[in-house]
Each structure stands twice: as C-alpha cells, then as structure tokens.
C-alpha cells in the first residue's frame, strides 16, 4: 500500500510519511488490496520506496508496472499521484487522484492526499472538504495527519486562528507529531507568544533534527526573551549548518 503524504508542501516528512501512511492505508474492507506476495503489490511497494530514495524514473517504471498488473488498485493511483507531484506535473497527479478517489471514495489515504493537493494549488474549497472527510473517517488511525493538512489549508487561507485550532487537535492525538509541533513554533513566536514558541520547539527537538527554520526562529525566539546566549548559539548553528539558506542570509556572520 502507499504512504501519505502530511504536508503543505512536499518537504522532507513528505515521502516517509507517504511510505508509512500508503502501506497502512489498504487494510480498508471497502477497498480493492493485493496480497504481499502479490505482484503488483510489490512492484507498488518498489516504486513508493524508489521515490522515497528520491529515484524517480526507477519509481515510475516500477508503478507503472504495478498498474499493469492491477489497474484498478487505488493506492497505485494514489502513489502515481504524489510521483506526479514531485515531478511537477500537476495534471497527472490531479487525474490519479481522482482516479483513486472514484475507485475509493472513503479511502481516508486518499482524501488526506489529494485534500493536500488540493490546497497547495489554491482550490481550497474542495482540499478542505476532502480533509474534513479524512479526519472523520471512523476508519483512519492517524487523523493528526490530515488534521495538520487542514491546519495548513487555513493558514493558507489566511485564516490563522482556525489553523491553530486544527494543530493542536492534530497533537492532542499525537503529541510528538514533528509538522504539527514545527507550525505551532511558527504561529506561537508570529503572535509573540514566545514562551510557547520556545516550549514547542523543544519538543519538536525530541522527535527531529533542527532546519534553517527551527534555528531562526528559534534565534529570534530567545533574543525576545533576553537569553542572548542561546540566541547567539542557535544563530552559529544556523550558519554552521545551512550557510546557503533563506533564513541564513538574513543575519550577519557572528
């Protein structure tokens, strides 16, 4: 089966969560599955792992023949998606979506994912129908993913508050879930709430390895509550380790 994919915007939890959520995601009575020993189930298995290596040509020849042997498989659709997703092409992915979704329109993997979509290209009206679904499937054991997607869909829609409110249902559920923890960084130090911001940050550092934007943040974070030192060691951190970032260029060397 296929992972999922938990995020805005495909970033590094996009692919393993994708393996996790698309391999867990077929145990559905409702929904068309093959045996593991089956061959398109393993041709399935190949290509989600290939395009978690980032091999995407190996992924597609893999998925390719997986739907071959299975046309009707909606997690192969479902993968074939996110494939097209990570290659740009937003016209393929949009039609293995629906594919996937007309062959299981209850399957919660699918909802999160093409609601995700959905959202990421503007339509956000239909992404958060999609999401709402996928949260309230009585069948989905990990609604903190498709919650967290909601919450991004707002804060896209430049409606924060309701985002914050998807976020911390999402960790009510999961509470060392890494995306949700890194957006309620985000929105705690945005509204000055520094505090939080901080206390979410240290446990997002329990489950994950800092980016250029957990340092920055992070940097501005201890600078507005007086910790200078802790301030200046996130700051070295942060041109230590991403030198070429965004963030980076936006302090002076110390």
């Known amino acids: 089966m296929l992972p ?8 590094r939890f996009g692919s393993s969560l994708f393996l996790v959520v698309v391999l867990a995601s077929c145990s559905s009575s409702n929904v068309k599955t093959t045996g593991n020993d089956d ?3 393993i041709y399935l298995q190949l ?3 290939y395009i978690d290596l980032n091999k995407l040509e190996v992924a597609k020849e893999n998925l390719q023949l997986a739907l071959k042997k299975d046309p009707d498989n909606i997690q192969v659709h479902n993968a074939f998606a996110f494939l097209y997703e990570k290659l740009n092409d937003y016209d393929h992915a949009k039609d293995h979506y629906e594919m996937a979704l007309d062959g299981a329109p209850d399957n919660w993997s699918v909802e999160n994912n093409f609601g995700r979509f959905l959202c990421d ?7 958060m129908a999609l999401l709402n679904q996928a949260f309230s499937n009585q069948l ?3 609604q903190w993913l498709a919650l967290t997607n909601a919450g991004r869909c707002q804060l896209a829609m430049q409606q924060k508050q309701s985002a914050k409110t998807y976020f911390k249902q999402a960790l009510i559920l999961n509470n ?3 995306p949700a923890l890194l957006e309620m960084q985000k929105i ?8 939080a911001a901080k206390v979410y940050l240290q446990r997002y550092l329990s489950v994950a390895d800092h980016t250029s934007g957990t340092l920055w943040i992070g940097t501005q974070t201890e600078r507005a509550l007086g910790n200078e030192a802790l301030a200046k060691e996130y700051q070295r ?4 380790k991403f030198p070429l970032s965004d963030e980076a260029k936006q302090i002076k060397p110390i």
């Open 4 to 11: 999922e994919a938990s995020s805005s915007t495909i970033n």
């Open 39 to 41: 061959p398109a189930s």
């Open 47 to 49: 290509g989600v792992r």
């Open 121 to 127: 290209h503007g339509e956000y009206e239909q992404g």
């Open 140 to 142: 989905n054991d990990r």
């Open 176 to 178: 060392t879930y890494a």
């Open 188 to 195: 705690s130090y945005q509204s000055g709430e520094y505090l």
């Open 237 to 240: 951190l942060l041109l230590e």
